[in-house]
């Protein structure tokens, strides 16, 4: 089985998701702006900006939901090919799925890159310097930093994306989890695997792009419905 999961599997955990009725985007369209990969890089306002939003994020506090640990369920029984996930939190890595099984489409908040020279370093570590710097550079050449999250405008990994076609191609289920299945190319694994002969299930809040593809769409709290799933996919 390969898995695509989007924010509504760490909603429970304290951390909102983007485009759903509470979202982030919905309740303030603007704050879109702050990942737009352009203004980051031109106006050192967006980017100080960015950083207190990145600082008080809420994924500092998480901790990984029932749903992340149905999905380590499923690894240990050996039923899971790939944890395809458009989150950048690490929940997955921390509720002990193998980091070597996820795929992180839309990059980590864990690190920090120079745009300029490519040097990395600890978000944490960039975010204490904060209070003195509120537009900190690197400190190997004075570049402009830039958590590894895929900001809008910028390619999705070539190696992530690679990985991610391929364990879309070589399932037979394919379980979408809390996403739109909106934002693309992520969302175009679906009609990827189904086109292979997966079997679809959707479990999400709202209605998605897919569902008319679906074998089964489950419209229960995730942290309800995934473990549940779970036990019936592993069921001899």
């Given at each position: 089985m390969t898995v695509l999961t989007g924010a509504g599997i760490s909603t429970a955990s304290g951390i909102p998701d983007f485009r759903g009725p509470q979202g982030v985007w919905t309740r303030d369209p603007g704050a879109a702006h702050l990942l737009e990969i352009g203004p980051y890089v031109r106006d050192a306002h967006v980017r100080e900006r960015g950083w207190r939003a990145w600082s008080?994020?809420?994924?500092?506090?998480?901790?990984?939901?029932?749903?992340?640990?149905a999905l380590v369920e499923l690894e240990r029984a050996g039923a899971l090919r790939a944890v395809l996930t458009q989150n950048f939190d690490g929940l997955h890595q921390a509720a002990g799925s193998d980091p070597g099984l996820v795929v992180e489409l839309h990059g980590s908040l864990a690190t920090t890159s120079c745009l300029r020279c490519g040097a990395g370093v600890a978000t944490r570590d960039v975010l204490a310097r904060l209070p003195a710097t509120p537009d900190p550079a690197c400190d190997a050449c004075g570049g402009v930093l830039k958590p590894d999250v895929v900001y809008f405008g910028e390619r999705l990994p070539d190696d992530a994306l690679e990985r991610a076609t391929a364990a879309a191609l070589g399932a037979t289920t394919f379980v979408a989890v809390g996403t739109t299945l909106t934002v693309h190319p992520a969302a175009g694994l679906v009609p990827l695997a189904v086109d292979a002969g997966a079997r679809l299930v959707v479990v999400n809040a709202e209605p998605t792009a897919y569902d008319h593809l679906a074998d089964e769409v489950l419209r229960a709290p995730i942290d309800e419905a995934l473990p549940a799933l779970v036990d019936t996919l592993l069921m001899p």
């Open positions: 008080g994020h809420a994924v500092w506090r998480a901790r990984p939901t029932a749903g992340h640990r």
